[in-house]
């Protein structure tokens, strides 16, 4: 993870976190008659609306009319004289000398009037302390605060507002200087004081919950930290009107959480908020406009776009030079992050001369022990490592280390990050305990933070949290040494997938769960997906895209609010059953007998100054004989992915009928499966010699190949001379099935559906004629989902159902209600919907599609949004135009929500079934991940388009071998191996276009 967010940020992005500071430090007005406020209560009124600077001109006009009226040096002056200073400080002058000496000003009127301990005197200097601390004069502003809290404390009662703001100032310092553990007690007071006497949604509250919301975050509590600041986001949004600045900072805060949860997409839109708000409302050289530049470029930065990070870094610290002292830590991190960005430029004297000067001001300013000198560290250990200087960066990152470690405690994420780039540039036996203890620090923050996110907040994390794995798989690929692969495969074991293993609990324990409450929330989400589906379905549709945008938006965060509350009311279900890590020791225990399991890894080489190395596979493995455990080193992962693009698109290409165009194409396909077979499968197959089943755990591009339909010579194919070749979605698939496979005693059968039919018809005949097109299911074209699409019939899918239906009645011998078959107008999603949760197999002959990026209407969510919304399966009815036409496509969102934990087996009969997004460590994002999380025993899927007729073949060889007692592992080979015999006898094509396109994950037997 990089440097992704500075600790100092607090006195810039909430500068207004004093805002109702002047309401306490204000006398109660003079009384009056009734009518015209005073002038004093006019800026008041305005401080609270948060126009700042209208205030500041009223309360200058109220300070000139009581010198004139009262003289130079009364209590009445001192009164308007802070009203003035609060009101600067707000609207970005905490440097100003004459607001400062505004601000003293009042200190020694109040002292020579009232005496030095009285509680106004207190509130001047209180001001005073405000301005030192917020232009990062630490030193001059930590005693000015205790002194305040100390009259305070002897003055006034315990529970005064007074003493509850000056505990909140106090915290903010103290965080920010690094004493964390001392700054939480203040927060909690203060909070406490302010409940107790305003209520829990009073908009004082929020300078408060912002201040612990960001100590949260520095401390690695992610989720503590979004709720605290999610609760001020409410607030100011119920309370304060629109455009009030305090809006923009809570927002603000709010994207910083999201970047350190890996959700750069949700702080961006957060962030162009809160910054149009500032610029509106604040003035151009405000503190927190100056931060949310810098915010913005800090994104643009890990985006990869160094030169827009530069402009924006360069034009926040313009602003921040105009308010802040120049030896300011505020102004250390846009320093640091402009550091890294020259360095990512090649300009490496100016990455110096930033770089240096910021460790140095850290240094003097907050200490050498501070975390945010950590940070400066972290940064020179680049620059040195860049310029060859490796034991210099070492001595750096070791120095890092240890502040985190004091600072922040052993399990930190930044702890996790030290170690890690510690391990990077390590050598020795030593190298392989840093990773491990970083992967391990890092799978524990994930683990405790997905089981409260939604899935799409979950993901994003996943993928941005600090990590060893890496740093692991590259020192197992140079130095294969075999206590070294025993602990990276174990890493690898615990860590895959295990964003869908949560989701799958989580949809376990609701299911479980007999309370009302629950089952009312899970009512609602199903219902929010089903609408935000329609959405995605129906498209921009003539709309403004902006508007869409926002519409998607809006649905997107109701969803994904009823998905927080639904995890956080199965949290105590999991918390009470959760079960033990499932590690290589658990997944070699339960390898049956003379099984293999290879298990494939895409590890990036660890980051470096000059950017992310190139990227390579390795395959672990078991061998079927108890052997050591083995890596294998494989090619780059750039030529890997590359041969699989091109492999899938040969062998899934319509044949010629230009007989020698088609010979070139057959040759063509051969090349390119045997390349690829060369360097994915060729070098783990001596290590599964002599096993009976090969079990194979994908990762990256590699999810898309079917293993078996690699050639093995001229003329022959893996399915025919390996061993049967079982996909698994992770390794602890094996140790995770039951004792005992489910049943099959009951099958629903969905096929042919007639995209035509109207809603309300409930019975019609399967659809019958010549198929169109091709003859294909094959994937529809981008966009296949949106509403203008028109699904050609399947007449073989119609044939299908019913001939699955006749080799199961034949087989079973069953009673006729062990079998229901919807086709035509009735195979419709509601029926799917509400029946496929009673059937132990299921199987759906239909279209199917992924619709991938290009998919993304104008102004649309971005591909990761939710990509569970661009797979799905189309029902009867997809091809009306009305409304109800979004209601006949089922995205792989809406499939996760059922209950299949009875489904023994899910059989999607379509094309590309199997295909969807990659999400690194997590697997296939599509109705793949969709039936596993629905609970789903095994699916049965489709990794390229498929011939309707051959699918048909494919499928009842399907259902004859399984019914015929075959394995699943086993009938799905033996259905291949059918279905390329008899063309093959009939003197037709064996491309696998006709036979190999689909594959079974999950449960084996």
Same mark, same amino acid.
């Given at each position: 993870?990089?440097?992704?967010?500075?600790?100092?940020?607090?006195?810039?992005?909430?500068?207004?976190?004093?805002?109702?500071a002047?309401?306490?430090?204000?006398?109660p007005?003079?009384?009056?008659?009734?009518?015209?406020?005073?002038?004093?209560?006019?800026?008041?009124?305005?401080?609270?609306?948060?126009?700042?600077?209208?205030?500041?001109?009223?309360?200058?006009?109220?300070?000139?009319r009581?010198?004139?009226?009262?003289?130079?040096?009364?209590?009445?002056?001192?009164?308007?004289?802070?009203?003035?200073?609060?009101?600067?400080?707000?609207?970005?002058?905490?440097?100003?000398?004459?607001v400062?000496a505004?601000?003293?000003?009042?200190?020694?009127?109040?002292?020579?009037?009232?005496?030095?301990d009285h509680?106004?005197?207190?509130?001047?200097?209180?001001?005073?302390?405000?301005?030192?601390?917020?232009?990062?004069?630490?030193?001059g502003a930590?005693?000015?605060?205790?002194r305040?809290?100390?009259?305070?404390?002897?003055?006034?009662?315990?529970?005064?507002?007074?003493?509850?703001?000056?505990?909140?100032?106090?915290?903010?310092?103290?965080?920010?200087?690094?004493?964390?553990?001392?700054?939480?007690?203040?927060?909690?007071?203060?909070?406490?004081?302010?409940?107790?006497?305003?209520?829990?949604?009073?908009?004082q509250?929020?300078?408060?919950?912002?201040?612990?919301?960001?100590?949260?975050?520095?401390?690695?509590?992610?989720?503590?930290?979004?709720?605290?600041?999610?609760?001020?986001?409410?607030?100011?949004g119920?309370?304060?009107?629109?455009?009030?600045?305090?809006?923009?900072?809570?927002?603000?805060?709010?994207?910083?959480i999201?970047?350190?949860?890996?959700?750069?997409?949700?702080?961006?839109?957060?962030?162009?908020?809160?910054?149009?708000?500032?610029?509106?409302?604040?003035?151009?050289?405000?503190?927190?406009?100056?931060?949310?530049?810098?915010?913005?470029?800090?994104l643009?930065?890990?985006?990869?776009?160094?030169?827009?990070?530069?402009?924006?870094?360069?034009?926040?610290l313009?602003?921040?030079?105009?308010?802040?002292?120049?030896?300011?830590?505020?102004?250390?991190?846009?320093?640091?992050?402009?550091?890294?960005v020259?360095?990512?430029?090649?300009?490496?004297?100016?990455?110096?001369?930033?770089?240096?000067?910021?460790l140095?001001?850290?240094?003097?300013?907050?200490?050498?022990?501070?975390?945010?000198?950590?940070?400066?560290?972290?940064?020179?250990?680049?620059?040195?490592?860049?310029?060859?200087?490796?034991?210099g960066?070492?001595?750096?990152?070791?120095?890092?280390?240890?502040?985190?470690?004091?600072?922040?405690?052993?399990?930190?994420?930044?702890?996790?990050?030290?170690?890690?780039r510690?391990?990077?540039?390590?050598?020795?036996?030593?190298?392989?305990?840093?990773?491990?203890?970083?992967?391990?620090?890092?799978?524990?923050?994930?683990?405790?933070?997905?089981?409260?996110?939604?899935?799409?907040q979950?993901?994003?994390?996943?993928?941005?949290?600090?990590?060893?794995?890496?740093?692991?798989?590259?020192?197992?690929?140079?130095?294969?040494?075999?206590?070294?692969?025993?602990?990276?495969?174990?890493d690898?074991?615990?860590?895959?997938?295990?964003?869908l293993?949560?989701? /799958? &609990?989580?949809?376990?324990? $609701?299911?479980?769960?007999e309370?009302? #409450?629950? @089952?009312? %929330?899970r !009512?609602?989400? *199903?219902?929010?997906?089903?609408?935000?589906?329609?959405?995605?379905?129906?498209?921009?549709?003539?709309?403004?895209?902006?508007?869409?945008?926002?519409?998607?938006?809006?649905?997107?965060?109701?969803?994904?609010?009823?998905?927080?509350?639904?995890?956080?009311?199965?949290?105590d279900?999991?918390?009470e059953?959760?079960?033990?890590?499932?590690?290589?020791?658990?997944?070699?225990?339960?390898?049956p007998?003379?099984?293999?399991?290879?298990?494939?890894?895409?590890?990036?080489?660890p980051?470096?100054?000059?950017?992310?190395?190139?990227?390579?596979?390795l395959?672990?493995?078991?061998?079927?004989?108890?052997?050591?455990?083995?890596?294998?080193?494989?090619?780059?992962?750039?030529?890997?992915d590359?041969?699989?693009?091109?492999?899938?698109?040969a062998? /899934? &290409?319509?044949?010629?009928? $230009?007989?020698?165009?088609?010979?070139? #194409?057959? @040759?063509? %396909?051969? !090349?390119?499966? *045997?390349?690829?077979?060369?360097?994915?499968?060729?070098?783990?197959?001596?290590?599964?010699?002599?096993?009976?089943?090969?079990?194979?755990?994908?990762?990256?591009?590699?999810?898309?190949?079917?293993?078996?339909?690699?050639?093995?010579?001229?003329?022959?194919?893996?399915?025919?001379t390996?061993?049967?070749?079982h996909?698994?979605?992770?390794?602890?698939?094996?140790?995770?099935?039951?004792?005992?496979p489910?049943?099959?005693?009951?099958?629903?059968?969905?096929g042919?559906?007639?995209?035509?039919?109207?809603?309300?018809?409930?019975?019609?005949?399967?659809?019958?004629?010549?198929?169109?097109?091709?003859?294909?299911?094959?994937?529809?074209?981008?966009?296949?989902?949106?509403?203008?699409?028109?699904?050609?019939?399947?007449?073989?899918a119609?044939r299908? &159902?019913?001939e699955?239906?006749?080799?199961?009645?034949?087989?079973?011998?069953?009673?006729a209600?062990?079998?229901l078959?919807?086709?035509?107008?009735?195979?419709?999603?509601?029926?799917?919907?509400?029946?496929?949760p009673?059937?132990?197999?299921?199987?759906?002959?239909?279209?199917?599609?992924?619709?991938?990026?290009?998919?993304?209407?104008?102004?649309?969510?971005?591909?990761?949004?939710?990509?569970?919304?661009?797979?799905?399966?189309?029902?009867?009815?997809?091809?009306r135009?009305?409304?109800?036409s979004v209601?006949?496509?089922?995205?792989?969102?809406?499939?996760?929500?059922?209950d299949?934990?009875?489904?023994?087996?899910?059989?999607?009969?379509?094309?590309e079934?199997?295909?969807?997004?990659?999400?690194?460590?997590?697997?296939?994002?599509?109705?793949?991940?969709?039936?596993?999380?629905?609970g789903?025993?095994?699916?049965?899927?489709s990794?390229w388009s498929?011939?309707?007729?051959?699918?048909?073949?494919?499928?009842?060889?399907?259902?004859?071998?399984?019914?015929?007692?075959?394995?699943?592992?086993?009938?799905?080979?033996?259905?291949?191996?059918?279905?390329?015999?008899?063309?093959?006898?009939?003197?037709?094509?064996?491309?696998?276009?006709?036979?190999?396109?689909?594959?079974?994950?999950?449960?084996?037997?």
């Open positions: 993870m990089s440097l992704r967010r500075p600790a100092t940020r607090r006195g810039m992005a909430l500068s207004c976190l004093g805002l109702l002047v309401l306490a430090a204000a006398s007005a003079s009384n009056t008659s009734p009518g015209e406020p005073s002038p004093a209560e006019q800026a008041r009124a305005l401080l609270k609306d948060g126009r700042y600077e209208e205030a500041a001109a009223i309360a200058r006009m109220l300070l000139s009581e010198e004139e009226r009262t003289g130079p040096e009364t209590l009445e002056v001192a009164e308007a004289v802070d009203i003035v200073v609060e009101a600067e400080r707000l609207a970005g002058k905490v440097k100003d000398a004459e400062r505004l601000a003293q000003r009042a200190i020694r009127i109040r002292e020579e009037r009232l005496g030095p509680p106004d005197v207190s509130r001047s200097v209180n001001n005073y302390a405000n301005l030192l601390a917020e232009s990062g004069d630490y030193a930590l005693p000015l605060y205790e305040v809290l100390a009259i305070q404390e002897r003055k006034l009662a315990p529970d005064d507002l007074l003493i509850a703001k000056t505990l909140t100032n106090l915290a903010n310092l103290v965080s920010d200087m690094g004493d964390y553990d001392g700054s939480f007690p203040l927060y909690e007071r203060a909070l406490r004081i302010k409940e107790q006497a305003l209520g829990p949604d009073d908009p509250l929020i300078s408060t919950l912002i201040g612990l919301a960001i100590l949260e975050r520095l401390t690695g509590e992610y989720m503590e930290a979004r709720r605290t600041c999610e609760r001020a986001v409410r607030i100011a119920e309370k304060l009107r629109p455009g009030h600045p305090r809006r923009g900072a809570t927002l603000a805060t709010l994207a910083s999201a970047v350190e949860m890996g959700d750069d997409d949700e702080a961006r839109r957060l962030l162009e908020q809160a910054l149009a708000l500032q610029i509106k409302e604040l003035p151009p050289e405000h503190a927190d406009i100056a931060a949310s530049y810098g915010d913005l470029a800090n643009r930065r890990d985006a990869g776009d160094q030169e827009a990070a530069r402009a924006l870094y360069e034009k926040s313009a602003l921040q030079t105009a308010s802040l002292e120049p030896e300011s830590a505020y102004l250390v991190p846009n320093l640091t992050s402009l550091g890294q020259l360095l990512a430029l090649g300009d490496t004297a100016g990455a110096r001369e930033r770089l240096e000067r910021g140095r001001i850290r240094e003097t300013q907050l200490g050498p022990e501070h975390p945010d000198v950590a940070d400066s560290l972290a940064a020179l250990a680049d620059l040195r490592r860049a310029e060859g200087d490796l034991p960066a070492r001595s750096l990152l070791e120095r890092a280390l240890s502040i985190r470690e004091h600072a922040l405690g052993p399990v930190h994420p930044q702890t996790a990050e030290s170690l890690a510690l391990a990077g540039i390590s050598d020795g036996p030593g190298a392989i305990d840093l990773a491990h203890r970083a992967e391990t620090i890092g799978r524990g923050h994930l683990r405790a933070i997905a089981r409260e996110l939604p899935e799409r979950a993901l994003r994390y996943a993928a941005a949290r600090p990590s060893g794995l890496d740093v692991e798989l590259r020192i197992v690929a140079e130095r294969p040494v075999e206590a070294s692969i025993r602990t990276a495969w174990d690898l074991i615990r860590g895959r997938a295990l964003v293993d949560e989701m /799958a &609990a989580r949809h376990r324990d $609701v299911l479980a769960s309370d009302r #409450e629950t @089952r009312e %929330l !009512r609602r989400l *199903a219902a929010a997906r089903t609408q935000e589906a329609a959405l995605w379905v129906r498209g921009v549709e003539g709309q403004d895209p902006a508007s869409y945008r926002r519409v998607l938006d809006q649905a997107r965060d109701r969803e994904e609010r009823l998905e927080r509350e639904l995890a956080e009311q199965s949290l279900f999991r918390r059953r959760h079960a033990a890590d499932i590690g290589l020791a658990e997944v070699a225990r339960a390898l007998p003379r099984s293999a399991l290879v298990a494939y890894a895409r590890a990036a080489r980051q470096s100054a000059a950017g992310p190395g190139a990227a390579r596979y395959a672990f493995v078991l061998g079927p004989s108890g052997e050591a455990p083995a890596v294998v080193n494989l090619e780059d992962a750039d030529r890997i590359r041969l699989v693009a091109d492999w899938r698109s062998v /899934a &290409a319509e044949p010629s009928r $230009v007989p020698s165009t088609a010979r070139n #194409e057959v @040759r063509q %396909l051969q !090349r390119t499966g *045997a390349d690829l077979r060369a360097v994915a499968w060729d070098p783990v197959a001596p290590r599964v010699r002599g096993a009976r089943r090969v079990f194979i755990v994908p990762d990256g591009a590699l999810h898309l190949v079917n293993f078996a339909a690699l050639p093995s010579g001229p003329d022959r194919y893996l399915v025919e390996a061993p049967p070749l996909h698994l979605s992770a390794e602890s698939d094996l140790a995770g099935v039951a004792e005992t489910l049943g099959t005693d009951r099958l629903l059968v969905v042919g559906p007639d995209f035509d039919a109207a809603r309300d018809l409930r019975t019609a005949a399967s659809t019958t004629g010549p198929p169109s097109g091709d003859g294909r299911r094959a994937a529809p074209p981008p966009c296949a989902a949106r509403r203008d699409r028109t699904y050609a019939p399947l007449p073989a119609g299908e &159902a019913a699955i239906g006749a080799v199961w009645s034949r087989r079973r011998s069953g009673a209600d062990d079998i078959s919807l086709q035509g107008a009735e195979a419709t999603k509601d029926r799917f919907i509400r029946l496929a009673r059937y132990q197999v299921v199987h759906v002959a239909t279209h199917a599609y992924f619709a991938g990026e290009a998919c993304i209407p104008p102004g649309g969510p971005g591909p990761l949004a939710n990509p569970l919304l661009l797979s799905g399966l189309v029902f009867a009815g997809a091809n135009r009305e409304d109800s209601e006949a496509i089922l995205t792989a969102e809406e499939l996760a929500s059922l299949l934990s009875r489904v023994s087996w899910l059989v999607l009969s379509g094309c079934t199997g295909v969807g997004a990659i999400a690194p460590g997590e697997g296939v994002l599509g109705l793949r991940r969709a039936a596993q999380i629905a789903a025993r095994t699916l049965i899927m990794l498929t011939h309707d007729d051959a699918t048909r073949r494919w499928m009842s060889r399907l259902y004859e071998r399984r019914l015929a007692g075959a394995s699943t592992a086993d009938a799905v080979r033996k259905a291949s191996l059918d279905i390329l015999e008899a063309r093959r006898a009939r003197g037709e094509s064996d491309r696998p276009l006709y036979w190999g396109a689909f594959v079974a994950a999950g449960d084996w037997r």
